[in-house]
């Protein structure tokens, strides 16, 4: 969604850097790319107005003309006003003392209010909770139907006494809910509620009754961050009407520009505590003011991919991975040990997703978009077309043995023969690594130059000439004399014996991934 405001700043960015001094034009000129993204983003005026009047006082001041590096100093007074702008400190939920804790949903019809009560279920019951949906959009056709199917996917109970389309008091129901969680010893009641295409004074009337009736701890508004300012405009409707504690924000992973992400904080007053960023049950998580604002400036979002790490992997058997693969050349690390941990980062969410909350990704984009998901299921589908015995020592897989798994698994020969090697050099990568140290990586710097190069330099060697004039055979003596030593040295502290002409690139294993 912030692609295109996350380029737009980078490139503003990009002009500071190399610069010792930033003059007063240097920051006026800034600042007018600034805004013109913001403004290009569809973010209200004021909060525009408002974020640049802060980043030129600051930008202005000594904290910029003092700084070592101007440019990253204004970066970081970017990056801080952004959070500010977001909300400032990650919102959590409050709970009631006493159980259930009763959170009501409104919002406009479409927002994604129903599919959001899954998820947010979902995510509660990840937290140890016990989640009940109530069903209370009794006009919209079939929205008991599919709050209940919503709930069955997300594995939470639902509470649906009323068939809804135009039937049944979603006041009462509301008030009932809460007796019935007490009684079935649920510690939350999702209330969702009805929406409108528009602010009416019925859906404000109904809303507001319901929220009488039930009392709820968390009143929290679905806003589609899709429809931009509008979405601000209705956020004030509701807090001058209803009243709301906090905002989710729905259908975050669209193509549009995220003006309501960056304004409807800062505008109501209500910061954001949680956001949907696709499709799945699972795409919905507590929004983090910075970790959003290093996303739009490019600098990633280490600190979510850990969580979902941990979230996904197993401690013990991450130990018990470490230990296979710093045994004796990795080889107690087999096929099947190989599918369990693809298994895990699929279950991690997107390939694309994930690699974008790497820093530096955005330079990469259109790669990342382009990443094949169905690479990781056609892996899978060789691998388990593969005997037990093959899994465990895919040497003995020959020409036969080949074709038989590629017609297992519905590819070509060449492919079986493509993933066992790259198995094999995955395994020796991550052995090395495992055994602190990867000195037979190809193409990356401080990690040793691999056999290729190796064979390379020795030719190299093979070919150089001693010179006839004593003097400079002498000359060419020392100068050997002084790269061996310096060699040695830089060995001593676990660096290659000579890494000029080293250049990054990608090993074969991601490669694949990027085609």
Same mark, same amino acid.
């Given at each position: 969604?912030?692609?295109?405001?996350?380029?737009?700043?980078?490139?503003?960015?990009?002009?500071?850097?190399?610069?010792?001094?930033?003059?007063?034009?240097?920051?006026?000129?800034?600042?007018?790319?600034?805004?013109?993204?913001?403004?290009?983003?569809?973010?209200?005026?004021?909060?525009?107005?408002?974020?640049?009047?802060?980043?030129? @006082?600051? %930008?202005?001041?000594?904290?910029?003309?003092?700084?070592?590096?101007?440019?990253?100093?204004?970066?970081?007074?970017?990056?801080?006003?952004?959070?500010?702008?977001?909300?400032?400190?990650?919102?959590?939920?409050?709970?009631?003392?006493?159980?259930?804790?009763?959170?009501?949903?409104?919002?406009?019809?479409?927002?994604?209010?129903?599919?959001?009560? #899954?998820?947010?279920?979902?995510?509660?019951?990840?937290?140890?909770?016990?989640?009940?949906?109530?069903?209370?959009?009794?006009?919209?056709?079939?929205?008991?139907?599919?709050?209940?199917?919503?709930?069955?996917?997300?594995?939470? #109970?639902?509470?649906?006494? @009323?068939?809804?389309?135009?039937?049944?008091?979603?006041?009462?129901?509301?008030?009932?809910?809460?007796?019935? %969680?007490?009684?079935?010893?649920?510690?939350?009641?999702?209330?969702?509620?009805?929406?409108?295409?528009?602010?009416?004074?019925?859906?404000?009337?109904?809303?507001? &009754?319901?929220?009488?009736?039930?009392?709820? /701890?968390?009143?929290?508004?679905?806003?589609?961050?899709?429809?931009?300012?509008?979405?601000?405009?209705?956020?004030?409707?509701?807090?001058? #009407?209803?009243?709301?504690?906090?905002?989710?924000?729905?259908?975050?992973?669209? /193509?549009?520009?995220?003006?309501?992400?960056?304004?409807?904080?800062?505008?109501?007053?209500?910061?954001?505590?949680? %956001?949907?960023?696709?499709?799945?049950?699972?795409?919905?998580?507590?929004?983090?003011?910075?970790?959003?604002?290093?996303?739009?400036?490019?600098?990633?979002?280490?600190?979510?991919?850990?969580?979902?790490?941990?979230?996904?992997?197993?401690?013990? @058997?991450?130990?018990?991975?470490?230990?296979?693969?710093?045994?004796?050349?990795?080889?107690?690390?087999?096929?099947? &040990?190989?599918?369990?941990?693809?298994?895990?980062?699929?279950?991690?969410?997107?390939?694309?997703?994930?690699?974008?909350?790497?820093?530096?990704?955005?330079?990469?984009?259109?790669?990342?978009?382009?990443?094949?998901?169905?690479?990781?299921?056609?892996?899978?589908?060789?691998?388990?077309?593969?005997?037990?015995?093959?899994?465990?020592?895919?040497?003995?897989?020959?020409?036969?043995?080949?074709?038989?798994?590629?017609?297992?698994?519905?590819?070509?020969?060449?492919?079986?023969?493509?993933?066992?090697?790259?198995?094999?050099?995955?395994?020796?990568?991550?052995?090395?690594?495992?055994?602190?140290?990867?000195?037979?990586?190809?193409?990356?710097?401080?990690?040793?130059?691999?056999?290729?190069?190796?064979?390379?330099?020795?030719?190299?060697?093979?070919?150089?000439?001693?010179?006839?004039?004593?003097?400079?055979?002498?000359?060419?003596?020392?100068?050997?004399?002084?790269?061996?030593?310096?060699?040695?040295?830089?060995?001593?502290?676990?660096?290659?014996?000579?890494?000029?002409?080293?250049?990054?690139?990608?090993?074969?294993?991601?490669?694949?991934?990027?085609?």
């Amino acid at each position: 969604m912030f692609d295109t405001l996350s380029d737009r700043l980078s490139a503003t960015f990009k002009s500071l850097r190399g610069k010792g001094r930033l003059s007063e034009a240097d920051i006026d000129a800034t600042a007018r790319e600034i805004r013109i993204a913001l403004l290009e983003a569809d973010v209200a005026l004021p909060v525009v107005r408002a974020f640049i009047k802060q980043v030129k @006082e600051r %930008a202005g001041g000594a904290e910029v003309s003092q700084a070592l590096n101007p440019a990253q100093q204004v970066i970081k007074i970017v990056n801080e006003e952004l959070i500010g702008i977001l909300g400032g400190e990650t919102r959590r939920l409050r709970f009631a003392k006493q159980p259930p804790t009763v959170i009501m949903l409104a919002g406009l019809q479409g927002s994604g209010k129903t599919t959001l009560a #899954g998820k947010l279920g979902r995510w509660l019951k990840s937290q140890g909770h016990t989640p009940l949906l109530v069903a209370c959009d009794l006009q919209r056709p079939n929205a008991v139907n599919q709050l209940t199917v919503v709930a069955e996917r997300a594995e939470v #109970g639902v509470y649906a006494p @009323e068939p809804g389309n135009g039937v049944g008091d979603p006041v009462k129901v509301a008030k009932d809910s809460v007796e019935h %969680a007490r009684a079935k010893q649920y510690d939350i009641v999702i209330v969702d509620t009805a929406g409108r295409l528009g602010i009416d004074q019925e859906l404000m009337q109904q809303a507001a &009754d319901i929220r009488d009736a039930v009392s709820p /701890d968390e009143i929290l508004f679905v806003v589609d961050a899709m429809i931009g300012q509008d979405a601000v405009n209705t956020a004030e409707a509701f807090r001058d #009407g209803v009243g709301f504690d906090g905002v989710v924000l729905s259908k975050l992973d669209g /193509d549009a520009r995220g003006g309501a992400a960056l304004s409807v904080a800062h505008v109501t007053g209500r910061q954001i505590m949680f %956001a949907s960023n696709g499709e799945q049950l699972d795409d919905f998580d507590a929004f983090h003011p910075d970790r959003m604002a290093s996303r739009i400036l490019g600098m990633g979002d280490v600190l979510t991919l850990i969580e979902k790490a941990e979230q996904t992997f197993s401690r013990q @058997e991450a130990e018990k991975m470490a230990a296979k693969l710093a045994s004796a050349k990795g080889k107690d690390f087999t096929l099947d &040990d190989f599918l369990a941990q693809m298994e895990q980062v699929r279950k991690m969410g997107s390939i694309s997703k994930l690699l974008g909350m790497l820093p530096g990704m955005a330079q990469v984009r259109d790669q990342i978009q382009n990443v094949d998901e169905r690479e990781v299921d056609r892996t899978a589908a060789i691998i388990k077309s593969m005997t037990p015995v093959e899994r465990q020592d895919p040497t003995i897989i020959n020409g036969s043995r080949r074709a038989r798994i590629a017609r297992g698994s519905g590819v070509e020969v060449g492919a079986v023969k493509n993933l066992v090697e790259r198995f094999f050099e995955a395994r020796k990568m991550m052995s090395k690594m495992a055994q602190g140290g990867m000195p037979g990586m190809p193409g990356l710097p401080g990690m040793g130059g691999g056999p290729g190069r190796q064979r390379k330099k020795q030719k190299q060697a093979k070919g150089k000439q001693r010179s006839g004039n004593p003097m400079k055979r002498k000359q060419q003596e020392q100068e050997a004399a002084a790269r061996r030593e310096a060699a040695a040295q830089g060995q001593a502290l676990g660096l290659p014996g000579d890494q000029d002409d080293q250049q990054f690139e990608l090993p074969d294993e991601f490669k694949k991934f990027m085609g």
